[in-house]
């Protein structure tokens, strides 16, 4: 078990360009989670995937993000025509099946948007 | 809706010193109540938990039990060292769903 992976670590960018994020999860779990982390706030929920299918979205998720999780194993978030307020972390996590199942976290892609 | 309303911070102790962090939420139903987690430059770690009224939720030394009567998941830890300097979460799941609500963090500094 190597635990929830994210790349890149860091990402600084300009307003108005696209920038992708990918994430690895445990390789046994089958629900993964995005979730965007700002300053002195909690995790707020994007999205989350059971194996391939998106099975639901926050009001969070503006038409400028997309996330796939294309074979059900690893995910990739992607952010089009970025905006000062979405710098933030982005947070990626999995679980297994059960709503009990405990989510592990990766450790965060933080983005600035300059 | 659902909310987690945890104490600002930063709370700053000495070693050894005695640790509460509050925390209390609002929720239809009868939620799960967790305390995350998370050290510099890593990620949420799961710290405890607990999924009904009166348990008490501990590891590593750290403890909560579930209030429904207060609406509180309070943090404890009798003794405190400098490694559990971090920011802690709290959080809540409604009964069935897969998501989280998570308290705003309250980081806890620890000098020697």
């Known amino acids: 078990d190597t635990g929830v992976s994210q790349n890149p670590r860091h990402k600084i960018t300009k307003r108005g360009q696209n920038v992708t994020f990918r994430c690895d999860p445990i390789?046994?779990?089958?629900?993964l989670y995005w979730y965007r982390q700002t300053l002195g706030q909690g995790p707020e929920f994007l999205t989350y995937?059971?194996?391939?299918?998106?099975?639901?979205k926050s009001r969070l998720l503006s038409d400028r993000f997309s996330a796939e999780r294309p074979k059900g194993s690893f995910s990739t978030l992607e952010i089009q025509r970025t905006e000062q307020g979405d710098s933030a972390m982005y947070l990626c996590?999995?679980?297994?099946?059960?709503?009990?199942?405990?989510?592990?976290f990766g450790p965060g892609t933080r983005l600035t948007v300059t | 809706g659902d909310s987690v309303t945890q104490m600002e911070g930063p709370v700053t102790l000495s070693e050894e010193a005695f640790l509460t962090i509050n925390c209390t939420y609002t929720?239809?139903?009868?939620?799960?109540l967790f305390w995350y987690v998370q050290y510099p430059g890593e990620g949420l770690q799961l710290l405890l938990k607990?999924?009904?009224?009166?348990d008490k939720g501990s590891n590593k030394g750290f403890e909560a039990t579930y209030r429904k009567e207060t609406t509180s998941f309070h943090l404890e830890k009798g003794s405190v060292q400098v490694s559990d300097s971090a920011v802690y979460f709290c959080?809540?799941?409604?009964?069935?769903?897969?998501?989280?609500?998570f308290g705003r963090g309250t980081s806890l500094i620890v000098h020697p």
């Open positions: 996590a999995s679980s297994r099946t059960g709503p009990g199942d405990e989510q592990y």
């Open positions: 929720a239809t139903g009868y939620p799960s």
């Open positions: 607990a999924t009904k009224a009166d």
């Open positions: 995937f059971q194996n391939e299918a998106q099975l639901e």
């Open positions: 959080a809540l799941k409604a009964g069935g769903s897969y998501i989280p609500t």
């Open positions: 390789s046994e779990h089958n629900r």
